[in-house]
């Protein structure tokens, strides 16, 4: 006889998919509990920096080091090179205008210079023993030219006397021919001679022009080769301070060495290295300040470098107004550059959420003070001090500035 099985409710299978079941359920509940628990966080408020967000004037500046310099520097270089002979003067001393600072030596030069003055005087010798032989040659030419026109003279004479003779028949024709032969003979010698004269005094003025030029352009080389050994004697170009001076007795200075300088201190300048992140900002007219004491000066740009070397470029600055009273060549001053106009806008007070937020967004405190929560917002420009908000802020909320280094993904701090 066949028995009825009864089918079992808790089979295996059954208990298995309900133990998967309350196992995902646990794990579900464990990972949102954990998960609760990371999204808020108890910060000590004496470890935060909790600001006001305000509404006030606002400007776009960059602060950077500046030195002093003098407004004029001139560099003193050797024109030619030598041996430092003597100094004359020493670093930092005040100078005026064609002083001498020190002399150098050079054989070379020397010798060639005194080569050069026995080349011109040769040359005025040659040129004057030339003329005098020239002047001779024209009073030979004068005596002879003078004889001509005396011979040409007497042929005339009896040439014009003969001919009336024979006109008179007093004479016969062999007579009057040759007295007419002497006389035209006379005449061509006078214009031949006459010729030969002028040709001879125009290549005497010729040549002695052609000595004279050269002789000129002698003593020109001449002064040249007598300054480059002048120029062994280093003179101060202008008034001004000494600067800078790198030169030993007995020590070797090519030619074009820089020897030092010389600033002129009737005015200063600030030399001002700038971020090259800056360079499409700041201009001829960028105006700028520094505090001194406890007075703040003006200064603005007047010149821009645009070379840029180990990521900074260089202006030079002039002051604006008063400078300050004891101001030294080589001063490190601490300037301030507007990169804008000054307008009203919301700011926020710079701080190390930045690094963590970008700017995006920020921790704002509640109403009540007890906790912080995200908030997003956008910023613009900033300055030391200040960020522009443009968006998520207004001007009374209160944020958290410093650090979020630690607060990971934190999304709401609960203050104590």
Sequence with gaps: MDRK????????????????????AVLIFFAVRSGMGKSKLNVDLERITISEVHKGPFQVTIPENGIVLPITT???????????????????????????????????????????????????????????????????????????DNAFKEAERIYKLDKHLFEQ????????????NDYNYQLHRQKLTRQILQQDTALSKQQDQQAKEQYAHMKSTLELMRKKVQGLTIVAPVDGQLTSLDAEIGQNKAKGANLGQIDVITGYKVRVDIDEHYIS?????????????????????????????????????????????????????????????????????RGGFYNQTGGNWIFKVSADGKTAYRADIQLSRMNPDYYEVLQGLKPGDKVITSSYETYGDIQELVLK
Aim: proline fraction near 2%.
């Design 5 to 24: 099985i009864e089918k079992k409710t808790w089979n295996s299978k059954r208990i298995m998919i309900v133990c998967g079941t309350v196992a995902i």
């Design 74 to 148: 001139i560099y003193v270089d050797a024109a030619e090179g030598g041996r430092v002979e003597k100094k004359f003067v020493e670093d930092g001393a005040m100078m005026k205008k064609g002083e001498p600072i020190l002399k150098l030596s050079n054989t070379d030069l020397e010798l060639t210079l005194a080569n050069q003055e026995t080349s011109v005087f040769a040359e005025l010798t040659q040129m004057q023993i030339s003329h005098t032989n020239a002047l001779q040659g024209t009073i030979g030419k004068l005596n002879q030219m003078a004889d001509v």
């Design 169 to 180: 028949k007093a004479i016969g024709a062999q007579e009057f021919r040759k007295a007419e």
């Design 281 to 349: 900002q700041v201009y001829a007219g960028t105006p700028g300040t520094f505090a001194l004491g406890d007075k703040t000066y003006k200064l603005v740009v007047k010149k821009v470098y645009t070379q840029v070397t180990n990521n900074k470029f260089q202006v030079d600055m002039q002051f604006v107004g008063k400078v300050p009273d004891g101001i030294r060549r080589g001063q490190t001053l601490q300037v301030t550059l507007a990169l804008s106009d000054e307008t009203q806008a919301v700011l926020v007070p």
